[in-house]
C-alpha cells in the first residue's frame, strides 16, 4: 500500500510532512518554499506589469511634444499665490478631475494672458496627469503644427503625408496649441487650424488653445469659426491677468 505521507527536511524550513502527488511516485515540496515561490512569482508579474506600465507613460510622454525642460511641470508644482492663480489652479485640476465628460463632450478651452503668468505649466500639467491616465496628448505650437503639415508639401523633407499630419493633430485625445497668435495669421494658415480643430469638433476631441493676446486678437487670428467651436459644450476663456512670474524672479 502508497504511504499517505512522509516525513521530509527542507534545508531552509526544516521538518514537514510531504504528500503523494501524481500517478508515477512523486511527493510534495516543502510547503513554505512553494510559498515563497508563489510570492516571488507574483512579485515578479507585478513588476512586469508595472514596468510595461512605466513603459507606455514613457512612450506616450515622448509621442507627447512635451519638451524636456517643461517635463516637470506638474499641477501640483505651481505656484497659486493670488486669487487668479488658485481659480486657474482649480479650472485645471477639475478639468483633469472631470476628464470623462470632458472627454466625451469634447469641451475645450482658450488660456489668455502676458507671458509669463503660468498657461504653459498649467497646460503641461494637464497633459502629464492625462498620461497617467493613459490618454494621449500632444503639445505644440502654433507654428510648430502648421510647420509639420506645410513640411508634408514638399517631396525633399517629407516624412509623412499631409493626412497623417492632420490625423497625429486631430485624432490624439487632448491637444495644447500653444503660442496662438505668434504665427502670421493668414487665411492659409487660419484654414489649416480649421482643418485640424473641425475635425476635433467633429469627433468631441478637446483642444486647449493658449495666447498671449487678447480674446478678441485671438478672434482675428483664428476666426469666428474656430472660436464658435471651442465655446460649444462649456468651453471657457480663462485669463490668466496676473504679473509675470519671470519679472519676479528676474
Not at 512523486?26 to 510547503?31: D, E, K, M, T
Not at 498657461?119 to 510647420?147: M, W
Amino acid at each position: 500500500m502508497m504511504a499517505t505521507s512522509k516525513q521530509a527536511n527542507c534545508p531552509m524550513h526544516g521538518d514537514y510532512q510531504s504528500e503523494p502527488i501524481g500517478k508515477f511516485g512523486g511527493w510534495s515540496r516543502c510547503p513554505t518554499c512553494d510559498q515563497d515561490l508563489a510570492k516571488e512569482i507574483e512579485a515578479t508579474k507585478t513588476q512586469t506589469a508595472n514596468d510595461l506600465a512605466t513603459e507606455r507613460i514613457l512612450a506616450r510622454l515622448e509621442a507627447s511634444g512635451i519638451p524636456l525642460r517643461f517635463q516637470d511641470r506638474t499641477l501640483s508644482s505651481y505656484r497659486a499665490t493670488s486669487e487668479g492663480q488658485r481659480k486657474a489652479l482649480t479650472f485645471a485640476m477639475d478639468y483633469v478631475g472631470s476628464w470623462s465628460n470632458v472627454r466625451s463632450t469634447g469641451r475645450s478651452a482658450l488660456w489668455i494672458g502676458s507671458p509669463g503668468t503660468g498657461k504653459t505649466h498649467l497646460a503641461i500639467g494637464v497633459c502629464l496627469a492625462l498620461l497617467d491616465k493613459n490618454q494621449t496628448v500632444l503639445y505644440t505650437t502654433v507654428q510648430r503644427a502648421i510647420r509639420r503639415i506645410r513640411d508634408t508639401w514638399s517631396s525633399e523633407t517629407r516624412s509623412e503625408t499631409e493626412a497623417q499630419a492632420i490625423k497625429a493633430l486631430a485624432t490624439c485625445d487632448l491637444l495644447v496649441l500653444d503660442e496662438v497668435g505668434v504665427q502670421a495669421g493668414s487665411t492659409s494658415e487660419q484654414n489649416l487650424l480649421f482643418d485640424v480643430i473641425n475635425e476635433r469638433y467633429n469627433n468631441r476631441l478637446p483642444t486647449l488653445l493658449l495666447s498671449n493676446l487678447t480674446q478678441a486678437e485671438v478672434v482675428a487670428v483664428l476666426g469666428e469659426r474656430v472660436i464658435d467651436r471651442l465655446r460649444e459644450d462649456g468651453g471657457k476663456v480663462i485669463t490668466f491677468d496676473w504679473q509675470s512670474a519671470r519679472k519676479n524672479n528676474g
